[in-house]
């Protein structure tokens, strides 16, 4: 069985400063991870994922994660943040051998104030 | 453009009143799924299809029923709403082995 968990569930930082949402995981198998983001009143879409190959994943719109195996973490971060990335961020899992199963974690809440 | 389309995105309902809230995607993704939101909880996934006449149980799949007689189509079904099936529900599809899911809009559902 796998679980997420986010431990913070809101966090609140100002304009141009940097930023760290934190995801830990348990899994007894091998797992993709996923960065969700959930704007106001819309669905989620995927801001990043770790399949593969190098720990350190970009998204486009400067955000970035790293998977730490030892640590079973995959956190999220920004060195500056801006007013529009204000929004829910939702990190997941699902196992590797394709049972389809996703595990989200509870959600963190980033407001970012000017 | 390719897309997941949920409906309906409201509705307030009355307990025992049967329903069904439909999904359909235009990307002929294989694989198919709902979730709840609830404060607190995150998203959890109450049923999945990984193909048509393929359905299995996710985390919290009580009260619910699903149907994939078409690979397009995935609607969800509540026999008989009760109150602690308030929620926002999202539909989603993904290609296999891809790892990306693409969500619907929402569902805010309302049972009184």
């Known amino acids: 069985a796998q679980s997420v968990t986010q431990l913070d569930s809101q966090v609140p930082v100002f304009e141009e400063a940097p930023v760290e949402l934190r995801c830990n995981y348990s899994?007894?198998?091998?797992?993709?991870l996923f960065w969700y983001v959930q704007y106001p009143n819309q669905g989620l879409q995927l801001l990043l994922k770790y399949l593969s190959g190098s720990t350190l994943v970009e998204s486009i719109n400067g955000f970035e994660a790293e998977f730490n195996k030892s640590q079973t973490s995959f956190h999220l971060r920004k060195p500056s943040v801006h007013i529009s990335d204000t929004a829910e961020y939702f990190c997941?899992?699902?196992?590797?051998?394709?049972?389809?199963?996703?595990?989200f974690g509870t959600g963190t809440r980033l407001k970012v104030l000017a | 453009e390719a897309q997941v389309t949920q409906n309906p995105r409201y509705l307030i309902t009355v307990t025992g009143k049967k329903l069904t809230v439909t999904c359909s995607q235009n990307?002929?993704?294989?694989?198919m799924s709902w979730y709840r939101q609830d404060p607190g909880l995150g998203l959890r996934q109450i049923y999945y299809?990984?193909?048509?006449?393929?359905?299995d149980k996710g985390d919290v799949p009580e009260g619910y029923k699903v149907s994939r007689k078409e690979k397009r189509n995935f609607p969800l079904i509540l026999e008989s709403p009760s109150p602690n099936q308030t929620s926002l529900y999202f539909c989603a599809s993904s290609l296999p082995n891809t790892g990306e899911l693409f969500f619907g809009e929402g569902s805010r559902l309302t049972v009184l």
């Open positions: 899994s007894s198998v091998s797992v993709y």
């Open positions: 990307m002929n993704h294989e694989y």
């Open positions: 299809s990984m193909n048509v006449e393929v359905t």
């Open positions: 997941a899992v699902t196992p590797r051998s394709g049972t389809y199963k996703y595990i």
